[in-house]
Nanobody
Framework: QVQLVESGGGLVQAGGSLRLSCAAS????????MDWFRQAPGKEREFVAG????????HYADSVTGRFTISRDNVKNTVYLQMNSLKPEDTAVYYC??????????????WGQGTQVTVSS
């Protein structure tokens, strides 16, 4: 079992940057692949980025490739999402998620409560 708490969301102008953080509880954080998903109003939740247990392998949705970077710190039990060149279509609630596997499957087993990101045009 792992508990996840996101932070770092907010309001930013188009072209700006934000960094989301997700703090995880538990001593086995390094055994989980970690993901970020997002859900915009009226849309289904979608995968944004994922990172393997060691941080060595990352995956991104096509819509964010080249703009977002996922990383993790297994000492601090934290995963990050650096978001640059933000667009209004990035507006959504962003969720941190953990997978019961070392490698990214894009299927979450545990969810955080979400943090709102709003990008104004």
């Amino acid at each position: 079992q792992v508990q996840l708490v996101e932070s770092g969301g907010g309001l930013v102008q188009a072209g700006g940057s934000l960094r989301l953080s997700c703090a995880a509880s538990g001593r086995t954080f390094s055994s989980y692949a970690m993901d970020w998903f997002r859900q915009a109003p009226g849309k289904e939740r979608e995968f944004v980025a994922g990172v393997s247990w060691s941080g060595g392998v990352t995956h991104y949705a096509d819509s964010v490739t080249g703009r977002f970077t996922i990383s993790r710190d297994n000492v601090k039990n934290t995963v990050y999402l650096q978001m640059n060149s933000l667009k209004p279509e990035d507006t959504a609630v962003y969720y941190c998620a953990a997978e019961n596997t070392a490698w990214v499957r894009r299927e979450a087993d545990y969810w955080g409560q979400g943090t709102q990101v709003t990008v104004s045009s």
